[in-house]
């Protein structure tokens, strides 16, 4: 019994160290707009639903705009608002209804975005 416990206590340790220190999520790549090579534009959907942006963390190239475009599956209130705060941008997101929310040209660097509450939230990587 008490062999039992402690590997089941080890089992937990194990999930923590793995879920917070070395889970990596999975970046999502924003292609090209009509895919184009030379083009400076990338775009990608996004599904809210389940409390959840999917994909939440997205990679684009530096100096490309990107078109994000969200589908708000999610009835909740805090689904309703995507804030990018490094960019000075929100927008409202219908529900059920696909809302497309332009992003400039940026620099290198992470930039996050989420719900009013940061409930729900993700990441845009510019490499």
């Known amino acids: 019994m008490m062999l039992?416990?402690?590997l089941l206590g080890l089992g937990l340790i194990?999930?923590?160290v793995w879920w917070f220190w070395l889970y990596k999520p999975k970046l999502v790549k924003?292609?090209?707009v009509q895919d184009k090579e030379t083009s400076n534009e990338g775009e990608i959907t996004v599904v809210v639903e389940d409390g959840v942006y999917q994909p939440a963390h997205i990679s684009i190239n530096e100096?490309?705009?990107v078109r994000i475009n969200f589908i708000r599956k999610d009835?909740?209130?805090c689904a309703a608002t995507?804030?990018?705060p490094d960019l000075?941008?929100?927008a409202e997101l219908p529900l059920n209804k696909p809302l497309v929310v332009p992003l400039p040209a940026m620099n290198k660097g992470l930039y996050a975005f989420h719900?009013?509450?940061k409930m729900y939230s993700g990441s845009l990587l510019v490499e």
């Open 88 to 90: 000075d941008i929100s």
């Open 75 to 77: 009835a909740s209130p």
């Open 14 to 16: 194990a999930l923590i």
């Open 82 to 84: 995507v804030v990018f």
């Open 63 to 65: 100096n490309n705009s």
């Open 4 to 6: 039992t416990v402690n």
């Open 30 to 32: 924003a292609k090209n």
């Open 115 to 117: 719900c009013q509450m």
